[in-house]
């Protein structure tokens, strides 16, 4: 088993904000791989589905996004999983909307969510799935634009950039990562 975790802002208020790509990448997989429905579990929402004969635990906090360390160290401890078996699907401000990045460890890149899973689930050892949103090009603005929604041109390259995802899960199930973001890639490119 492994656990996919989205990372994001609970409520309406923060649905179509770029800090909530990682809900968004997670709603994708759960609609299109037939994913149970969502329930509340570990202070956040949880969905559970099959690649492979590989069971995944999708996972999106409840919490704020300061906090989403909560949900995914109740998680882990419930299932008695490691940090190797987690994948955190996060809004990256230094890549380009429309690109991703497989990403194992190293540093946390001033990023809230992923600060908090560090800290309280004991280190910076997990996967990562780092989905591009763009910078807005001066410190001073990040906390506005990630807390902004996609502007209408972007809505296109965003949705083919969850659709990818999407689509080549099952690779990402097999642990098929470099393959996976090759994929993705060439989906979005197209």
Known sequence: MEIWCG??????????????????????????????????????????????GRKVLLLKPSTFMNESGQAVQAALSFYKLGLTDLTVFHDELDLALGKIRNKFGGGLAGHNGLRSINKLCGGPDFHRLRLGIDHPGHKDRVASYVLSDFAKSEIDTRDDMLNGMSRYADLLAKGERDLFQTRVSEYIAR
Do not use: C, E
């Open 7 to 52: 990372l994001g802002n609970p409520g309406t208020k923060y649905l179509g904000n770029r800090h909530n790509i990682g809900f968004m990448a997670l709603d994708a997989i759960a609609d299109d791989h037939g994913f149970s429905p969502w329930k509340s579990q570990f202070k956040g929402l949880v969905s559970t589905g099959v690649f492979n």
